[in-house]
């Protein structure tokens, strides 16, 4: 996909890997919107790529909410003149065993980390589908493919988002939509900062904007399903 003149929505795009996904795609030409729950962070994001020369809207939003979801993905094909690209990014954590995990720490990662996706997918697919052309990048996580303790709600809701990637995968392909995951270790945002503070070696967030981008510029006889990035020094082929 040639990314010049595309339009992005980055979901989380107020900080972290979104802001900096949000930032690489500006770079190689896309009119960018970012969606989080803080005016701030996401206003911030987009002065950032209104800096570096690109387009970019700003919404407050919380990405479990239907309501949410469609009014974001309206306004920004509406303001944009379409929707090329959806990055689902935004994600909570939570760190507790199975047995202190209070239950609505549960439905609360599952609503962000899995429902928040497939309702962004599921309003921007309908979009797509009419164009018969599109990209959905899920940002899951080597939490989605293995599982840690202590993170039984964190690792099921991953574990989730990359069931419902192949599913979307099967259902967009007819219609020229490309759907792929990417499943990053340990980076350095304020998520990773309850598990892994001390941890001098853990990918920045642009490594991961980098393979979103990479996913994005394949040759369209090309493709990639997942991509499983982990920190250089994690065991190889360990997810
Ligand atoms: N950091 C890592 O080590 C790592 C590794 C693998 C995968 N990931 C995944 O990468 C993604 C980005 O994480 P990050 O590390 O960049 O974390 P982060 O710095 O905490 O950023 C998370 C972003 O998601 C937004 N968000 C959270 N809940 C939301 C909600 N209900 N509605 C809308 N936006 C919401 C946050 O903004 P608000 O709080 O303002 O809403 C923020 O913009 C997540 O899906 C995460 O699971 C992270």
């Known amino acids: 996909m040639e990314l010049e003149g595309k339009s992005a929505l980055v979901t989380g795009g107020g900080r972290g890997i979104g802001r900096a996904t949000a930032l690489a795609l500006a770079r190689q030409g896309c009119a960018v919107a970012v969606c989080a729950r803080t005016r701030e962070e996401v206003e911030e994001t987009a002065r950032q790529v209104r800096g570096a020369g690109g387009k970019a809207l700003a919404f407050t939003a919380d990405v479990s909410l239907e309501a949410d979801a469609e009014r974001v993905v309206a306004e920004t094909i509406s303001q ?41 997918s599921r309003a921007a697919l309908r979009h797509m589908r009419e164009r018969r052309a599109g990209a959905i990048i ?6 989605g493919k293995r599982a840690y303790p202590e993170q039984s709600a964190y ?37 990773s900062a309850v598990t892994h503070a001390d941890r001098p070696d853990r990918m920045e967030p642009e490594d991961v904007a980098q393979a979103v981008v990479y996913l994005l510029s394949l040759s369209p006889q090309a493709a990639v399903d997942e991509l499983v990035l982990r920190r250089n020094g994690a065991v190889p082929w360990s997810s």
């Open 138 to 143: 899920n940002i899951s996580s080597t939490a």
């Open 155 to 191: 690792v099921a809701s991953k574990h989730a988002l990359l069931g419902f990637t192949k599913a979307l995968a099967l259902e967009a392909q007819p219609y020229g939509i490309r759907v792929h995951a990417v499943c990053p270790g340990v980076v350095a945002t304020q998520m």
């Open 80 to 120: 944009f003149g379409g929707l090329d690209i959806l990055i689902n990014n935004a994600g909570v954590f939570v760190l507790a065993s199975v047995l202190e995990t209070p239950v609505e720490e549960w439905d609360r990662l599952m609503a962000v980390n899995a429902r928040g996706a497939f309702l962004f």
